[in-house]
């Protein structure tokens, strides 16, 4: 255990039965493969693949599986962590059990910050028990923003929906319009029909547009290399950067930044 952090494989037999019972410690459970049922408060809820339930210390709950499933089981002591981030989970109900149903993008996202866990776990350097600490707060951060979901019944709206918060947080690190196309789980077409209903645009203008105002206030609000910059909101080439941001504004980013330092310098 690192931190009094351990992330381990529970594998449950056909009409496999975990008796009502509870942990000392914070637990995540997260589903790997088939579907089962979990128990707590009373209430029986389906427990399906990427489907993921948090367990506060004490709280009793039971398991059954319907046929062979797989569970990651990563346990942790919250006290070990980041102070603000216990406060928070504190604040949104994070003390009692919560059964989470991830959405594509927050699936894949855990599904390698898991990976990452196992990695590093099974390494021994301060190093290692210091990057699974930190997966953990990464990990506890995406299920706080899940919270945030808008209460949608629409499939297509929900999607546009999600991937438009996709690219407001993860502008920095897409590559194309097949980096979410996979995540959806939809093809690229139908992903940009749906986006288009919703927003009036593709994905990728409204990725722009996002990388555009990005670059704009970075311009305006620190001394950054125009290099760096470019690198911050995602673009490989300075050169691509260049041109979209001269498109967006009809001024290079150089032009821009001079621009607004000479009408701050006359107010």
Same mark, same amino acid.
């Not at 942990?23 to 707590?40: A, C, D, P, R, S």
């Not at 399906?48 to 339930?53: G, V």
């Not at 709950?61 to 603000?84: Q, R, Y």
């Not at 898991?114 to 590093?120: N, P, S």
């Given at each position: 255990?690192?931190?009094?952090?351990?992330?381990?494989?529970?594998?449950?037999?056909?009409?496999?039965?975990?008796?009502?019972?509870?942990?000392?410690?914070?637990?995540?459970?997260?589903?790997?493969?088939?579907?089962?049922?979990?128990?707590? =408060?009373?209430?029986?809820? #389906?427990?399906? =693949?990427?489907?993921?339930?948090?367990? #506060?210390?004490?709280?009793?709950?039971?398991?059954?599986?319907?046929?062979?499933?797989?569970?990651?089981?990563?346990?942790?002591?919250?006290?070990?962590?980041?102070?603000?981030?216990?406060?928070?989970?504190?604040?949104?109900?994070?003390?009692?059990?919560?059964?989470?149903?991830?959405? #594509?993008?927050?699936?894949?996202?855990?599904? =390698?910050?898991?990976?990452?866990?196992?990695?590093?776990?099974?390494?021994?350097?301060?190093?290692?028990?210091?990057?699974?600490?930190?997966?953990?707060?990464?990990?506890?951060?995406?299920?706080?923003?899940?919270?945030?979901?808008?209460?949608?019944?629409?499939?297509?709206?929900?999607?546009?929906?999600?991937?438009?918060?996709?690219?407001?947080?993860?502008?920095?690190?897409?590559?194309?319009?097949?980096?979410?196309?996979?995540?959806?789980?939809?093809?690229?077409?139908?992903?940009?029909?749906?986006?288009?209903? =919703?927003?009036?645009?593709?994905?990728?203008?409204?990725?722009?547009?996002?990388?555009?105002?990005?670059?704009?206030?970075?311009?305006?609000?620190?001394?950054?290399?125009?290099?760096?910059?470019?690198?911050?909101?995602?673009?490989?080439?300075?050169?691509?950067?260049?041109?979209?941001?001269?498109?967006?504004?009809?001024?290079? #980013?150089?032009?821009?930044?001079?621009?607004?330092?000479?009408?701050?310098?006359?107010?």
């Amino acid at each position: 255990m690192v931190y009094n952090i351990s992330l381990k494989e529970n594998k449950h037999t056909e009409k496999n039965l975990i008796k009502n019972h509870y942990h000392k410690v914070h637990q995540i459970l997260y589903v790997l493969e088939n579907k089962g049922e979990i128990t707590f =408060q009373g209430e029986k809820h #389906p427990f399906s =693949q990427d489907s993921l339930a948090f367990i #506060p210390p004490y709280a009793n709950h039971s398991i059954i599986s319907d046929v062979k499933m797989t569970v990651l089981v990563l346990e942790f002591d919250l006290t070990n962590l980041d102070s603000e981030i216990t406060r928070i989970l504190i604040e949104e109900n994070f003390d009692e059990i919560k059964l989470i149903g991830l959405n #594509p993008f927050e699936a894949g996202n855990i599904r =390698q910050l898991l990976r990452r866990m196992l990695y590093e776990q099974s390494q021994s350097d301060l190093i290692n028990r210091l990057a699974v600490k930190i997966y953990l707060e990464e990990l506890l951060l995406i299920l706080l923003r899940s919270q945030k979901d808008s209460n949608i019944t629409d499939a297509n709206v929900l999607r546009a929906e999600r991937l438009k918060n996709y690219l407001d947080t993860h502008y920095f690190e897409i590559r194309d319009a097949n980096d979410f196309s996979k995540k959806l789980g939809i093809s690229t077409r139908h992903v940009n029909t749906i986006f288009k209903e =919703q927003y009036d645009m593709t994905p990728m203008k409204y990725l722009t547009q996002v990388r555009m105002e990005i670059a704009k206030k970075l311009l305006m609000e620190t001394n950054n290399d125009i290099a760096s910059i470019c690198f911050e909101v995602g673009f490989e080439a300075i050169s691509t950067f260049y041109r979209k941001f001269k498109e967006y504004t009809n001024v290079s #980013p150089h032009k821009f930044r001079t621009e607004y330092q000479y009408a701050q310098s006359k107010k």
